[in-house]
């Protein structure tokens, strides 16, 4: 990033006057007086403004949502839809959605602005475990559930299998509560696994990303990661931890 929008993210003044400031030779980068504002910084860099260090341009935020139905989970849409974003309502920070759940489906959405972290949760290298409950139509019978667990072609593509349990059974209303956990994260997965073996979705819940689940929050609400949970994900993706 260009040294003059460095000190204006980081809340020193705005670009205009950081340049002045860069120009007047009061800005230094690595202890080094610098005179131009279109140098490039990077995370590692010092920038210090009369000799005071300018502190990260952003802290990093991690949120945990429950998210509820009728909620998109990108940053922003063109239909003017209401966004997860919206939901947790920090304009300070830029979150971003780790990953997709459609509209419709509710439950565990992390935001965070660290994209490094979301890149490697969603990367198929690190197969971050999502578990989905869900119910369907119909009663599945056990042959059939053996099917989705070895990976139905889906669109002519053979899908990694699933771990899948039956958790509830309601003859009465004629539906099926199951457990699906998935390791890839592909659009629409897990409908499109049901369907394909006759028991289309009624209603689908994220129960847990990355083993982390909702716990007590409610949909709707949210909650910061605790270090000991980012300093998990950073493990379980091989990061190195920034602590
Ligand atoms: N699979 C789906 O079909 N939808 C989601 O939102 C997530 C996984």
Redesign the pocket.
């Known amino acids: 990033m260009r040294l003059a929008k460095y000190l204006a993210r980081a809340g020193v003044s705005s670009r205009r006057r950081a340049e002045e400031l860069i120009f007047e030779g009061r800005v230094s980068v690595n202890d080094v007086q610098v005179d131009q504002p279109q140098l490039q910084i990077t995370e590692e860099d010092k920038v210090t403004v009369d000799n005071k260090v300018v502190s990260g341009i952003e802290d990093k935020v991690y949120i945990l949502l429950n998210k509820p139905p009728g909620y998109i989970?990108t940053a922003k849409d063109t239909h003017n839809r209401p966004t997860v974003i919206e939901l947790v309502n920090m304009q300070a920070a830029r979150l971003y959605p780790v990953?997709?759940?459609?509209?419709?489906?509710s439950g565990v959405l992390l935001l965070t602005n660290d994209g490094e972290l979301a890149n490697r949760l969603m990367h198929p290298r690190y197969a971050v475990e999502?578990v989905?409950h869900t119910w369907v139509y119909g009663l599945p019978r056990p042959e059939t559930l053996e099917k989705l667990k070895k990976g139905p072609l889906i669109e002519g593509e053979k899908r990694t299998p699933a771990r899948i349990k039956i958790l509830k059974k309601d003859p009465q209303n004629n539906i099926a509560l199951l457990e699906i956990t998935?390791t890839e994260?592909?659009?629409?997965?897990?409908?499109?696994?049901?369907q394909a073996i006759g028991h289309p979705?009624k209603k689908?819940i994220?129960y847990s990303f990355a083993g982390l689940n909702a716990g007590n929050l409610k949909e709707g609400s949210h909650r910061h990661l605790q270090s000991e949970e980012i300093e998990y994900l950073y493990a379980l993706v091989k990061l190195e931890s920034q602590s």
């Open positions: 989970s990953g997709r759940l459609d509209a419709d489906t999502k989905y998935l994260g592909k659009k629409r997965q897990v409908k499109k696994l049901c979705v689908l994220r």
